[in-house]
Nanobody, 125 residues
Framework: VQLQAFGGGLVQPGGSLRLSCAASGFTLNFPAIGWFRQAPGKEREGVSCLSSLNDITYTADSVKDRFTISRDASANTVYLEMNNLRPDDTAVYYC???????????????????WGRGTQVTVSS
């Protein structure tokens, strides 16, 4: 399983970014996949996860109403649309999956078994 996240960058508070996660080695039709982030000195946080089996999503309260996860099955890609970004959203963002897990809630809370290279998101004026 290979995952790669990209699309990060420097953005001003209130701005938007869209992250993409390309997957190879497995399809997105069965496992749960999601976005995670880790800021310096903080624990990893499950941001938003998606069950490819039933399209049920889980989104953390800290980003609810601002971040949206989606997928393009034909492109084997998962996206994270981030709006109204705040300085405390600054972190390295990773996409991750667990081929044995189909629950979006469980994946975001237990963490993935397969990680991709992260992408840095910096929110600063």
């Amino acid at each position: 399983v290979q995952l790669q996240a990209f699309g990060g960058g420097l953005v001003q508070p209130g701005g938007s970014l869209r992250l993409s996660c390309a997957a190879s080695g497995f399809t997105l039709n069965f496992p749960a996949i999601g976005w995670f982030r880790q800021a310096p000195g903080k624990e990893r946080e499950g941001v938003s996860c998606l069950s490819s089996l039933n399209d049920i999503t889980y989104t953390a309260d800290s980003v609810k109403d601002r971040f949206t996860i989606s997928r393009d099955a034909s492109a084997n890609t998962v996206y994270l649309e981030m709006n109204n970004l705040r300085p405390d959203d600054t972190a390295v963002y990773y996409c991750g999956a667990d081929l044995s897990q189909s629950s979006s809630y469980a994946l975001c809370h237990s963490g993935p078994t397969d990680w991709g290279r992260g992408t840095q998101v910096t929110v600063s004026s």
